[in-house]
T-cell receptor, first 119, second 115 residues
Framework: DSGVTQTPKHLITATGQRVTLRCSPR?????VYWYQQSLDQGLQFLIH???????AKGNILERFSAQQFPDLHSELNLSSLELGDSALYFC??????????????????FGPGTRLTVL | AQTVTQSQPEMSVQEAETVTLSCTYD???????LFWYKQPPSRQMILVIR??????QNATENRFSVNFQKAAKSFSLKISDSQLGDAAMYFC????????????FGAGTRLTVKP
């Protein structure tokens, strides 16, 4: 158990719909990362938040958005869903972000993932 | 841009034997970190081992060890005394030393352990 929680575990929805995935980081972690893993592929970085602020964007579609709340939990919003959005969505957390407090490897701890199926 | 390549989509090993999973990466940076993650059928991403590029000594964690060849940009994972519980997808990952969010993953190698 990494200490990172994600809800829901599974989500089945239809094309055109909107869903929200939730992530709670480990206690004390300020950074949250979202990744997408399509079938039998590696993880693709979507977005990074540090202490409530967006820090970096990866291959995130405009239909997707995220935020990190004052209690540090994060939500990933996926809208106008398409069949190709079906994937496993991981959240990870780490202690720090960029800057002076950057540690040597700043390990990312992954949550169990949310499996999204778009029908 | 940094890329990570795992050239073995699937590997199999006999229980108690040793297997090596390959990973190569492309970067122009000198400061970076390399990781191997295990993803069992539960889909949880589990960190197996990490290597800092500035360290010459290969990392070891119990039955898991790496062969880090910086000049060749190679980072292979050796699993000794393979166990049934080692069966999983294994992902090699690269992270820039300048950007702790920028983690690049390979496509993965599916390891089967035969009893």
């Amino acid at each position: 158990d990494s200490g990172v929680t994600q809800t829901p575990k599974h989500l089945i929805t239809a094309t055109g719909q909107r869903v929200t995935l939730r992530c709670s980081p480990r206690s004390g972690d300020l950074s949250v990362y979202w990744y997408q893993q399509s079938l039998d592929q590696g993880l693709q970085f979507l977005i990074h938040y540090y202490n409530g602020e967006e820090r970096a964007k990866g291959n995130i579609l405009e239909r997707f958005s995220a935020q990190q709340f004052p209690d540090l939990h994060s939500e990933l919003n996926l809208s106008s869903l398409e069949l190709g959005d079906s994937a496993l969505y991981f959240c990870a957390s780490s202690v720090a972000g960029q800057g002076a407090i950057f540690s040597s490897y700043n390990e990312q701890f992954f949550g169990p993932g949310t499996r999204l199926t778009v029908l | 841009a940094q890329t990570v390549t795992q050239s073995q989509p699937e590997m199999s090993v006999q229980e108690a034997e040793t297997v090596t999973l390959s990973c190569t990466y492309d970067t122009s940076e000198s400061d970076y970190y390399l990781f191997w993650y295990k993803q069992p059928p539960s889909r949880q991403m589990i960190l197996v081992i990490r290597q800092e590029a500035y360290k010459q000594q290969n990392a070891t964690e119990n039955r898991f060890s790496v062969n880090f060849q910086k000049a060749a940009k190679s980072f292979s994972l050796k699993i000794s005394d393979s166990q049934l519980g080692d069966a999983a997808m294994y992902f090699c990952a690269y992270r820039s030393g300048r950007s702790e969010f920028d983690m690049r993953f390979g496509a993965g190698t599916r390891l089967t352990v035969k009893p």
